[in-house]
């Protein structure tokens, strides 16, 4: 969320960045500051080294202890990216926040602004790369303004309550602890380094780690300017509703505003962008329009905080005026005079009762596999090495994989395997796969109907394929954290299809692949009459009849598809099918079923109902629509006689060889 710092800010920084207005304090805090500044540290429970008093003095050394990391890991646990829906009448946004009690998040009231904009807003946590650099999965939170709303548009902060579990009521809010404020003044001081975890831009959680130094606390006490700090920044913008921290981990700040290059004319301000003209001169943009450029295109000077101190004064006296329990029970422990239950009242960094501490994994120490980290599930190479995959001559004539030229030149390149081939080979079945989708071009499979077997599901366990670099794979980074599960791990190639034989199993296996996978809309993949209805119609044909099947399925790519969380969701997908009947007579058919409706301006508000709109078309036509060919056996054994695509009404107007009666 986008949020400029007042005029009279400008100037404090703009003299600040002026070496000859450079107070002494910024060199060495005076005396009688020290005293404070000593007590807050004593109150962090961190203990003070001797490289502590070092730096209050004046003596900016970069050594820190090792505890300062993992004091700043478990600093890093309440911080959550805020999603802000928009509306008719709001912009939406992203902006972060962090809790401070149980069930209590501090961010800006410029983020959240009003009970209504935070019921239809959500936090995520975990939303951060892992040791590995793969994105977590963040575990989403409502809020619930209902039992807990307080907000300051002076001071730019909002404390609001949130449910105490996730939306799927899997995680507890409680397990990731919160951050203690403190009321009192004296944790920073001018010179000294602060840090600032928080989301910027909405992007997974960042740290500018010590690369903050505080310029000014403050003008003069009892001004309104009192309630803010001024530090250094670095050339990004944004972070609002972070928190600050002192050397500590102690929260001194709550991050509102940037403060950008500035210049008036007469009455108009105009901010300065980052980047100059072709003819290397400043590029200035008028105040309000500032906001349709984005947070990164500005020449940042410093950032602006809201003292904590200040935020807790200011509900003291809300709490006066109109006394809350929910906001009694947080100010008393603030106070320290009774903290929460559970708790102790000199930890700031506050888990639960518990809790482990953060320390090095003794499974880092086992050697990995190569391309393979922990909690992501892979097979070793050689799990693949005796896979035969499609067959082209299954049905006794030779019906290859598509020719995938036009489909390259339409949507971009395959993807290759380490020994620069593309087919990934499985049990009865192969999977060509597209880059810059990270999904498939196309899935091949045989149907064995007399050799069919009937596997139970068991429990799904999705895995990516080592053959492939998995940054070619969609993975529980986009399934894993759907608000109510609105996409499903859709099969492409369907789990019994290729179950028969003396593989079956194995077969079934092979089919949880990422690479197996393509995002569709719950009950688009669920449904019985639609896309699991025309499989199981092609399958119940074979099976009845022993015949033999091989079927093509695969998403129609189309430029026009909308980007979900880093993917492009398939409006439509395809299926190909060809039968030889006991006379040895090949016939083929072709589909598209649609899930555009649900592909388009994805909601989350509620869910969609009303039909899927499905078709039978020529394979032509699908070659057209896909850029895929599928030669010239398949186009002169189409079953489809229609000079359009045929709306289906039911599996009853699917035109496909019958089963002889």
Request: charged share 25%.
């Amino acid at each position: 969320m986008l949020s400029f710092a007042s005029q009279n800010s400008q100037f404090i920084v703009t003299q600040l960045m002026t070496p000859a207005a450079v107070p002494a304090r910024i060199l060495t805090p005076a005396p009688m500051r020290l005293l404070p500044r000593l007590q807050r540290m004593a109150e962090s429970g961190g203990a003070i080294s001797p490289r502590d008093l070092e730096r209050i003095l004046g003596n900016q050394s970069d050594l820190m202890d090792l505890n300062y990391l993992r004091r700043g890991l478990r600093a890093a646990r309440p911080v959550c990216r805020i999603e802000v829906r928009g509306n008719a009448l709001e912009r939406g946004g992203y902006g972060s926040g962090f809790l401070v009690g149980p069930q209590l998040l501090l961010t800006n009231h410029h983020v959240l602004n009003s009970e209504d904009t935070a019921q239809r807003s959500s936090a995520d946590f975990d939303f951060e790369l892992d040791l590995y650099g793969m994105r977590q999965t963040p575990v989403r939170f409502r809020f619930a303004p209902e039992a807990g709303f307080w907000t300051d548009k002076a001071l730019d902060f909002t404390l609001v309550a949130l449910s105490s579990h996730s939306e799927e009521r899997k995680v507890a809010l409680e397990s990731y602890g919160f951050l203690r404020l403190n009321r009192k003044t004296g944790k920073t001081e001018v010179g000294e380094s602060v840090s600032i975890i928080g989301h910027p831009s909405g992007e997974p959680k960042q740290v500018a780690l010590r690369e903050n130094r505080v310029l000014a606390i403050g003008t003069e006490p009892g001004h309104a300017g009192d309630d803010f700090l001024w530090y250094e920044t670095d050339t990004l913008g944004g972070n609002s509703g972070s928190p600050v921290f002192n050397d500590q981990w102690q929260v001194v700040a709550l991050h509102h505003a940037g403060v950008p290059a500035t210049k008036v004319e007469g009455e108009q301000t105009f901010y300065r962008l980052k980047r100059d003209d072709d003819a290397g001169q400043p590029r200035w943009v008028l105040a309000q329009d500032a906001a349709e450029y984005g947070e990164d295109a500005f020449l940042w000077l410093a950032n602006e905080g809201v003292r904590v101190s200040s935020i807790v004064k200011a509900l003291e006296r809300r709490n006066i005026d109109a006394p809350n329990a929910t906001l009694t029970a947080w100010l008393e422990d603030v106070s320290g005079s009774k903290p929460y239950p559970g708790t102790r009242a000199e930890d700031h960094l506050v888990q639960p009762i518990g809790a482990l501490e953060i320390t090095p994994s003794v499974t880092l120490l086992e050697p990995l596999e190569k391309g393979k980290a922990p909690g992501i599930s892979q097979r070793s190479l050689a799990y693949y090495r005796d896979r035969a995959g499609f067959d082209a001559q299954f049905l006794g004539q030779n019906i290859p994989l598509p020719d995938l030229a036009r489909a390259v030149e339409r949507f971009g390149a395959v993807a290759t395997l380490e020994d620069g081939s593309s087919e990934l080979k499985y049990t009865h079945f192969s999977v060509v796969m597209c880059a810059p989708r990270r999904q498939a071009f196309v899935t091949a499979v045989n149907i064995d109907g007399a050799q069919s077997r009937s596997l139970p599901r068991g429990r799904d366990r999705w895995y990516y394929d080592p053959r492939l670099d998995q940054s070619l794979q969609i993975g529980d980074e986009l399934y894993g954290f759907e608000p109510d599960n609105y996409f499903d791990r859709g099969h492409l190639v369907r789990r019994q299809d290729p179950v028969w034989g003396d593989s079956a199993a194995l077969a079934n296996e092979d089919t949880f692949h990422w690479t197996n996978c393509s995002p569709q809309y719950w009950a688009f993949n669920q449904g019985s009459t639609l896309w699991q209805g025309l499989e199981n119609f092609i399958l119940y044909n074979t099976d009845a009849d022993n015949l033999r099947a091989s079927v093509f399925t695969g998403p129609v790519f189309s430029d026009s598809d909308e980007l979900h969380r880093g993917v492009q969701i398939p409006q439509r997908f395809y299926k190909v099918v060809a039968v030889q009947d006991g006379a040895g007579t090949l016939s083929s058919s072709a589909y598209i079923v649609s899930q555009e409706r649900y592909a388009r301006n994805i909601p989350f508000e509620r869910l969609p109902t009303g039909p899927f709109q499905d078709f039978q078309v020529s394979v032509r036509a699908l070659e057209d629509a896909t850029g895929l060919d599928f030669g010239e056996l398949l186009r002169k054994g189409d079953a489809f006689t229609g000079t359009q695509d045929q709306a289906l009404r039911s599996l009853a107007d699917v035109q496909h060889p019958r089963r002889k009666r």
